[in-house]
């Protein structure tokens, strides 16, 4: 069994950062591929980076340049820095853990275990 908690979340102005951070107990994170999902006021959930279990990293185009991925599996934890926020980036932010690979910025097949979320509003 694995628990994923995110933290980090909160109200930023427009151009601003955050970074997320989501921690894992009840396993090791060595052996898991980390994706962070969000979900928007009223649209669908959308996948927006993937951190494979050795560390190569994919971004939806959404985030891509603004976001980084890292994870660090001493603390038994994967970070979301996110720059340059926007109103758009309002969302709850999960992340998510499946065995091992990534498929693109996608975790690879099934989600096995997800966090309860944490909220980000991008507001001046």
């Known amino acids: 069994q694995l628990q994923l908690v995110e933290s980090g979340g909160g109200l930023v102005q427009p151009g601003g950062s955050l970074r997320l951070s989501c921690a894992a107990s009840?396993?090791?994170?060595?052996?898991?591929?980390i994706g962070w999902f969000r979900q928007a006021p009223g649209k669908e959930r959308e996948g927006i980076s993937c951190i494979n279990y050795s560390g190569k990293a994919e971004y939806a185009d959404a985030v891509k340049g603004r976001f980084t991925i890292s994870r660090n599996n001493a603390n038994n934890t994967v970070d979301l820095q996110m720059n340059g926020l926007k109103p758009e980036d309002t969302a709850v932010y999960y992340c998510?853990?499946?065995?091992?690979?990534?498929?693109?910025?996608?975790?690879?097949?099934?989600?096995?275990?997800w966090g309860q979320g944490t909220h980000v509003t991008v507001s001046s």
């Open positions: 998510a853990a499946v065995y091992y690979w990534c498929s693109g910025y996608l975790p690879r097949g099934q989600v096995d275990y």
């Open positions: 009840g396993n090791t994170l060595e052996y898991f591929a």
